[in-house]
């Protein structure tokens, strides 16, 4: 196969979601470049789906705004996601290294961020009763999307159809389980943060009494 531009290899990947993943390893192609615009665009997307989406198929927004949310759903379960699978497959010997998984992973989310981006533009010009078109393009998105993660997930690491399942299956319980110990982590750390805190306001009060 012929050497292909950073823009190529992204259409040659979604294009042909079998043999497009083991072509993009075979020649090394993907940038993590290409990975931050993908993650920032899911980003966008997620506000974009809550805030601008039409009334007749999203309620609407809270008048409060915060990004908070959004950040999680986007880069911190996509982080937890190439964590997790890291982990997970260095035990199942997978021949993927984190850059890898990253950028495969994140190409692979391109068609539901389209897709995304398409309902929130349809959702102003159709109505109620042409929801099927609508829900067409999210499931279309979803589908699409799964199918790439399936491939791009097999072809970084080597692994036959029923250790790709057993490897995604492990790591969606690892990023429970990663997410679990960073909410206990972070509970520790303000316990510790509001003592310290008390302790040196006591310390304050007592010097000036």
């Not at 196969?1 to 020649?27: A, C, N, S, Y």
């Not at 997410?179 to 010097?207: N, P």
Request: glycine content about 4%; some cysteine.
């Amino acid at each position: 196969m012929m050497d292909l531009t950073q823009p190529q290899w992204v259409k040659h990947v979604l294009l042909h979601p079998f043999e497009g993943f083991e072509d993009l390893r075979w020649k090394k192609g993907g940038t993590l470049k290409y990975t931050a615009v993908i993650i920032f665009a899911l980003f966008f997307a997620l506000i974009a789906w809550d805030r601008w989406c039409g009334f007749q198929f999203r309620p609407l927004p809270d008048a409060l705004f915060s990004v908070t949310p959004y950040l999680m759903k986007s880069v911190v379960y996509f982080g937890t996601w190439v964590l997790g699978n890291w982990a997970v497959c260095t035990l199942l010997e997978g021949e993927g290294s984190m850059k890898n998984i990253c950028i495969y992973s994140s190409y692979a989310l391109i068609p539901y961020i389209v897709c995304t981006f398409i309902n929130v533009f349809l959702s102003h010009i159709l109505v109620q009763a042409e929801l099927v078109f609508f829900s067409t393009v999210y499931y279309v998105g979803l589908l699409w999307t799964g199918l790439l993660l399936f491939n791009a997930i097999k072809a970084v690491h080597q692994y036959s159809f029923t250790k790709t399942v057993a490897a995604i299956v492990l790591t969606l319980f690892a990023m429970l389980v990663i997410l679990f110990l960073a909410v206990l982590l972070l509970s520790l750390f303000q316990k510790v943060y509001v003592f310290i805190y008390s302790v040196y306001t006591e310390i304050l009060y007592r010097a000036r009494v």
